[in-house]
């Protein structure tokens, strides 16, 4: 059962692999009404290009998305929104020397046991490119979210490689630099780590925070539709997730059930340890998830391998990578929370009115 | 849009409150002929029961599972398998002081702002209890799954408050002691925090590993139906998760790419920090997944709350409870462990034969 | 894939077989705070039962319903409403001479040939006793969405055999004899046809209408979700049932445009060859619905079959069977368009608010 | 919740208004390695193409094919297949004197009441125009069945308005007229009413009827997800249907049991009254769907109507419509029947092997 569709009733499917005539999705079940437009889409995705420093790859997509369907004379209709964006800076020719060989770290190795015939230019399916239209959906969700209910999302880096960057958060400055990083106290350092690494050729992972808040309390279905159960789901399956927190997360091992409880005052609550969500259900307060993202494996450092025919292979690896994937993944990380969270609304909206 | 149902080809859905009548699950999908009994659902449970140790809840429940339908002459047909177990040690009037006090870190509060009208005794529908069919159906996943394909899946206590327990790991003795703690070395250790806990009311959180080995490679639906999307999911479902990581995890961060990428010879992987899943698919490598379970919110140590007209109350839980409920989740992260790899072993043979 | 699941947001998935320890449904997504008792449950369950005159099968079950979960203190909580039936007057040795035979037109030789082991007694999961359990968790729909809507719902059989039933249509007759006939002029008709029927030991088919007054206007997914599409698909999962019409049905293939086109004034339309819905979409005007039920296979008068190993045998149906099924069908296809009204209603609801 | 995803492991989701920028749709679930080409797609889209006679609308669309995604080298890769179709000859000004007018028989006011804005432009997203995607991903299923399978699907017009056209089903001849007519002795009948019906302004229906041959025995899903009860759903949702028969039909009504049952010897079948369709499940013989299509609303001849204020307003329907859409309905008739199948055929293997 193949399984491109991400959401029960704001339902995104994305198609298209890195280097084919075109990525797009469709969103079913969006509301009609909604006011938007291309150019607004287009605004987030500038926020993930690549290009936009030299920390990441150089890839120029121009990204231009195309809405051919669902939205009439500037509002959504309740009918499938389709979008498109075609892929110019394809070169697939840096690929032809791989076909055949196995990329470790990637999923060469699956996609080839999985469905032996594949196209593998470019990681084809599995590339990250597919996450240009997880942003595109997350920004008609977020428009809706932030209209109806003044839900506010925003992510930012909290670690890159060994460095934390989240010891001030101070959001306003989160989209001045090229990291997402909260505290401008290191972003330089953070540019000569990332400088050092590309010289050396190796990569480093990252972990990513982010916040929704106004969120309405009662969003999640408990038991198996839980709004951290559907949160865990959406951050693992952006590409190079490996882990994923709700709240104080793994800290929570450490922590006793006095420090951990939430105490509640007629005021509201004293603290949140939960991260907004409560037996799978939100609380009103904060939603707060973070996501590790492993380094990338696409390095010019050589490595050992296999071909499709199971040969010893040394595999380098050309192209133009991002050597911290983790850069470029806040816009992803909002656009999957954004999602998640509007996909709640309408669940809710249906069972309790 | 409620969600008591997990799984898409392997599909659990599970019903029943903690002091209602009884709790049961319908498990549609499964494969005709199965050989499977009453009593070998009831082995699996009595690993997960309460009252084993004093380190559990004393609440003493039968846990005898009938199977109304879906088994004729000792095997599966094909059609849905219903399961029940009465409910038969509940004293709700533990709970009747209780049922308009809001207990923090419970999901009472939830549970009113999204229902207004709940079962409030022992939980309700969000209690642990409803994880007992998690492991009965889990059960016959896993005895498919090891029939078919010889998959062995075991878990283990990691850590357990700030004890690790995962320095020696001997899974021979994971079953030997009532933490399935697989370093028999720090057991009394295990004994005496978990003794002193008791004594001073507070509760503490855990983390629990669990591996699945001999999975074949292919499984798992790349983009949104990921194999370690849908164990996040699973294991973020169960009660009190908190966090959830596939193979290094969080460690990935400070990784370098030469580190994490796990290179390849024709006799193997040369290392597992993948977790056995590249890009969503498993790799046939070992399936390695480690969850966060926060410390009971139950204590009878006071604490501030409000009832549900907002007027400010001290609660004070009483009951039968665990101090930690990690102690009896190593049970419960199999059996989901086991009903992703089920449902997925079933999507792998739809699309690709 | 199997499916024993019907609905999306108002999830209705039943169990059991019919000589079986029981028979169930889970219903799942429910709105929370409708009154229900297992009493009104069975008032409806009443109007499908067995043994109610000499046409239907004398076999005599209780069903006597048991609600275990999801209603508390007499409303629905919103979580799983599960209800289970015991089968209390299976007599399976009827079967035991028929268990490696085929019997033609039952479902015998396409569960062979899809599951190879099956529950054979009493057509096992096949059986007609399975719909027991749409009339369960239709009550509950029907209720809501007459609380709720003031909607209505009355079927009636339109035709049994030859004879034409719905010439006159009086509604408030139909509950006063035992065919659910609207038409009190026919009643003494139909009651010798049977009986002349039943001496023949020969069977027939019938035909059931149903109506849904005050169904709100927006019901219905355009395009795969069509309000008529799924009502289509809920007639033809019931047992037996062969056809399905809306509205003016085949007989619009000899109708002109001029005559079909339900003409509209600002007092309404001045037709209904709709039946109430157009492009998938309800109307507001009454949704009419009509079923073709094919005449019971199991016979006393011999025919040919095979047995499981492919030789020639003599099939005569003993046990206890409906000579027309369609008799007790009229609240089966009720319950069916309640089911689906009020799956409509919560999409409705999830989208448009 | 918004639907326009068909099928459930073989699934197309389908974009686009008559009107707007393209259609298009998105097939996920495909199987790898079927070989597949955009002419082969254009071949059968030929088929339902407008403008072949004087019998249809004279809109003339180049129905281009575009696959943007999930073939690589000439064959599928088990990724989500995108095709898209630019819509070239569409004249939106035949629509601006009807845009705040309910056409009565369309879905102006139903989708006026559901979402309240909408694309008025050639019935937008209710157009006739989605279902050629359905035929585009049927020539996919199709090939498939064939090439797996050797399942073989024709579809005739078995009436248009009075004229019955299936007393002679001769399907070799069925290509060679534009009327999918199987007996050609009747063409010129057909050409005859035609005209007329064009002349006098009218419109009348149609039924059309599907075969599919070499269907394997197990396919259908016993309860909910049976084989009948999903081709019911399926063709009731192309624009216009009313009704749908399996096999006998309304027929069986009237048909005595001993009629109707289908005997069974060691060398098959003696009759074919159910449509190779028992309890759900496929039973290898050739499986008989019959759809009934209404005539079409688009008339010249005026009728009485509202407008979107709620006043009376005549109606003339101007722009390019079919006389009968049954005319064309055969090719998406198949491509639904092959879109089942292919489903259904994954249904299978997924828990069945």
């Known amino acids: 059962m193949s399984d491109n569709t991400f959401g029960r009733l704001f339902r995104m499917t994305t198609f298209g692999e890195s280097h084919g005539p075109a990525i797009g999705c469709v969103i079913d ?27 990441t790859s ?23 929104i389709a979008l498109v964006i075609e892929n110019t800076d394809a070169r697939s020719k840096d690929y032809t020397e791989i076909a055949e060989k196995i990329r470790p770290g990637h999923a060469d190795y699956t996609y080839w046991k999985k469905y032996s015939h594949r196209d593998y230019r470019g990681g084809g399916r599995s590339s990250a490119r597919e996450t240009t239209m997880r942003v595109a959906a997350g920004a008609i969700a977020r428009k809706y979210l932030r209209e109806q209910f003044g839900v506010e999302i925003q992510g930012w880096l909290a670690q890159l490689g ?3 960057t989240d010891g001030v958060i101070n959001l306003d400055s ?24 590309r010289k050396s050729g190796d990569s480093c992972g990252a972990r990513i925070t982010a916040v929704a808040r106004n969120v309405p309390a009662g969003l999640g279905e ?44 007629p005021d509201g609550f004293l603290s949140n340890h939960a991260g907004g969500i409560l037996g ?21 450092i050589p490595c050992k391998s296999v071909d499709i025919n199971g040969n010893a292979v040394e595999v380098v690896t050309k192209g133009r990578h991002d050597p911290c994937v983790g850069i470029r993944a806040t816009p992803i990380v909002e656009a999957m929370l954004a999602l998640v969270l509007m996909d709640h609304v309408l669940r809710q909206r249906a069972q309790n009115g």
């Open 29 to 55: 079940g969006c509301p009609p009404g909604l006011e938007i437009s291309a150019d607004e889409i287009h605004q987030e995705l500038l926020r993930r290009a690549t290009g936009k420093s030299r920390h």
């Open 58 to 80: 150089q890839r120029k997509e121009k990204d231009e998305v195309q809405i051919l369907s669902g939205v009439f004379e500037g509002r959504t209709t309740g009918t499938p």
């Open 162 to 164: 060994p460095i934390r």
């Open 174 to 197: 989160v989209e001045d630099n090229p990291f997402f990083c909260p505290d401008p106290g290191v972003v330089s350092q953070l540019e000569s780590h990332m400088d050092q690494l």
């Open 222 to 265: 408990p038991v198996y539709g839980k709004l951290d159960a559907d949160l865990a789901s959406a951050m693992m399956s952006i590409n190079a997730a490996k882990a994923v927190e709700v709240g104080a997360g793994f800290a929570c091992v450490d922590q006793l059930g006095t420090d951990h409880r939430d105490e509640i005052t």
């Open 280 to 300: 799978g259900i939100s609380s009103g307060q904060d939603v707060l998830v973070s996501v590790a993202f492993k380094p990338t494996s696409s390095l010019r």
